[in-house]
């Protein structure tokens, strides 16, 4: 028999139990990857935010008993865009990412500000801003780094 418990925080408690050829009390979107009596991997799919959290593996068979534990950490990539407003500031904003994305604008200038924004969700938005003194707005460009991509 295989079971999957799963502590994340939607739920208190989610077992995935196999036994007498059998499934019962997964969610729609948590099942068997394969067979759980030939592999016991567990397939979540779409994967949300509420499903982090830390999952435990229990196999019980004529071998004996086995624990195994792993972490799900989900990853969101931010959504960016880069905005100028009437007062000559360019706004280069990265939305609701987890874990916060790094934003700055190119080019840099000591007239500049950030501010960061957490959601209840868990996800961050940070924006840069950047202000030009002059009446000639150069070319910006709004530079993002997340783990969830390698574009700018």
């Not at 925080?9 to 067979?35: F, G, I, P, Q, V």
């Not at 280069?92 to 987890?98: N, P, T």
């Not at 080019?107 to 000639?136: C, D, F, L, Q």
């Amino acid at each position: 028999m295989v079971t999957w418990k799963i502590k994340c925080s939607t739920c208190s408690l989610l077992a995935c139990r196999s036994d007498h050829n059998e499934t019962r009390n997964c969610s729609e979107r948590m099942m068997w990857k394969y067979s759980p009596d030939s592999d016991p991997a567990l397939r979540i799919y779409p994967v949300n935010l509420g499903d982090e959290g830390n999952y435990t593996c229990e196999i019980a068979s004529s071998a004996g008993n086995f624990l195994f534990f792993s972490s799900l950490t989900v990853i969101v990539p931010p959504t960016v865009t880069l905005t100028c407003d009437k007062s000559r500031v360019a706004v280069c904003q990265a939305s609701a990412g987890k874990p916060a994305a790094d934003t700055s604008c190119i080019p840099a200038s000591n007239h500049g500000t950030k501010e960061e924004v957490h959601h209840p969700n868990g996800t961050v938005t940070r924006v840069s801003y950047i202000g030009w003194v002059n009446s000639m707005l150069p070319t910006a460009a709004c530079l993002v780094t997340h783990p969830a991509t390698n574009q700018t």
